[in-house]
């Protein structure tokens, strides 16, 4: 069975730095493209980053250069590094495994339940 | 960066009836590369369509995506009552974004 747990949300003052993990099972990691979308408190999703399964990653322009996504193929896990958080980085963090070809293109077609972080002071 | 605008922002219907709801693309997305996702409140997003018109594994054939380049449709051909929820649309042709969401609630 595909599962994907996330772990690491906080309270965190702004301007500091957490981890985030996704601990997949049911299937490889570093096989698989994977993404992280947030959620900020009533609002619509928003995708932040995605990783491929040769290593290229990519970030939406909110987060380039303070957040970095990452995975460890020994503990099948995926990482988000968050850094110089702010007050709009609130919100419920999801990691989604990926899938689909190069022709139909890659979508996000499996989530876990989601972990927040609220930065605040 | 493609914006995508959904429309309407709530859909008010009854079970049984049919919904129709819109996304379009600030410029055209290639290569139909538009999902649809589903999410209901306290759960994750629900991958329904891809590429456009493609269901995704176990969702039923009362939810069709069709369009193309800017203009979208997911079509729900008659509700039930577990599909009253938040409906995103989500572009993957340049870079990745999502639109604002429409609700479909009970009338």
């Known amino acids: 069975e595909v599962q994907l747990v996330e772990s690491g949300g906080y309270l965190i003052q702004p301007g500091g730095s957490l981890r985030l993990s996704c601990a997949a099972s049911?299937?490889?990691?570093?096989?698989?493209?994977m993404s992280w979308v947030r959620q900020a408190p009533g609002k619509g999703l928003e995708w932040v980053s995605l990783?491929?399964?040769?290593?290229?990653?990519y970030y939406a322009d909110s987060v380039k250069g303070r957040f970095a996504i990452s995975r460890d193929n020994s503990k099948n896990t995926l990482y988000l590094q968050m850094d110089s958080l702010r007050a709009e980085d609130t919100a419920v963090y999801y990691c989604?495994?990926?899938?689909?070809?190069?022709?139909?293109?890659?979508?996000?077609?499996?989530w876990g339940q989601g972990t927040l972080v609220t930065v605040s002071s | 960066e493609i914006v995508l605008t959904q429309s309407p922002g709530t859909l008010s219907l009854s079970p049984g009836e049919r919904a129709t709801l819109s996304c379009r693309a600030s410029?055209?997305?290639?290569?139909?590369?538009l999902a649809w996702y589903q999410q209901k409140p306290g759960q994750a997003p629900r991958l329904l369509i891809y590429?456009?018109?493609s269901r995704a594994a176990g969702i039923p054939d009362r939810f069709r995506g069709s369009g193309s380049g800017t203009d979208f449709t997911l079509t729900i051909s008659r509700l039930e009552p577990e599909d009253f929820a938040v409906y995103y649309c989500?572009?993957?042709?340049?870079?990745?974004?999502f639109g604002q969401g429409t609700k479909v609630e009970i009338k």
């Open positions: 989604a495994r990926m899938s689909g070809d190069g022709y139909k293109g890659f979508v996000e077609d499996f």
């Open positions: 990783i491929y399964s040769d290593g290229t990653t």
């Open positions: 989500q572009q993957y042709d340049s870079s990745r974004t």
């Open positions: 590429a456009a018109s």
């Open positions: 049911g299937f490889t990691v570093s096989l698989n493209y």
């Open positions: 410029q055209s997305v290639s290569g139909s590369s």
